[in-house]
């Protein structure tokens, strides 16, 4: 069946530090993939997206690269800051007569100053 | 602009009690989905809903219902809670994009 994985943390970071969240993903067809963020006390909201291989999805300096034949979508920003600080989920999307959205277990990030 | 609207925010249930989670979207949405959100787990799908009248299963359903009457609302109805459906739940709806647009979540804690 579709899954995701993703590395579970937590994960502390100092200030102005490289940030990866690995996301691997099982899939039958050709998924979308998602980064979702969740601030604390608030909703999930879409922080970027690719629709097929080769594509990079960037927002707010982050970014991720669709690549097929690793099925991977890892997320890199290269200096995070304090407002950072959030869970991210890594999520996939196989079109059906619904396009349920799959979900990651989350990977919650810290970063101090 | 509202978006997804949830309520209540915070609820504590005894065993076997019920009760219902609202939600509304605002946008004019076709699907709207019920997630569950535990520790380690991401989240999960409840129910969704391709459109008014019309209602399917996601992954964990047992011991909920839904229904979708108008485009707008998508209420989520425990039936006998249970201290394993403890959770944060969330709301969501699309447009088919498959990008989706959550609500900021209810804390049920049920006793």
């Known amino acids: 069946g579709n899954s995701v994985t993703q590395m579970e943390g937590p994960v502390t970071l100092s200030e102005e530090a490289f940030l990866t969240i690995n996301c691997t993903y099982t899939a039958t067809g050709y998924p979308s993939l998602f980064w979702y963020v969740q601030y604390p006390g608030e909703g999930l909201q879409l922080l970027l997206k690719a629709t097929k291989a080769d594509d990079k999805g960037s927002n707010k300096g982050f970014e991720a690269t669709y690549r097929k034949e690793t099925t991977s979508f890892h997320l890199e920003k290269g200096s995070v800051q304090v407002s950072d600080s959030a869970v991210y989920f890594c999520?996939?999307?196989?079109?059906?007569?619904?396009?349920?959205?799959?979900f990651g277990p989350g990977t919650s990030l810290s970063v101090i100053p | 602009n509202a978006g997804v609207t949830q309520t209540p925010k915070f609820q504590v249930l005894k065993t076997g009690q019920s009760m219902t989670l609202q939600c509304a979207q605002d946008?004019?949405?076709?699907?709207m989905s019920w997630y569950r959100q535990d520790p380690g787990m991401g989240l999960r799908l409840i129910h969704y809903s391709v459109g008014a009248g019309i209602t399917d299963q996601g992954e964990v359903p047992n011991g909920y219902n839904v229904s979708r009457s108008t485009t707008e609302d998508f209420p989520l109805r425990l039936l006998s809670a249970a201290p394993s459906q403890t959770s944060v739940y969330f709301c969501?709806?699309?447009?088919?994009?498959?990008?989706?647009?959550f609500g900021a979540g209810s804390r049920l804690t049920v006793l």
């Open positions: 969501a709806s699309n447009s088919g994009a498959n990008v989706l647009t």
């Open positions: 999520a996939l999307s196989v079109v059906t007569s619904y396009d349920k959205v799959i």
């Open positions: 946008m004019n949405h076709e699907y």
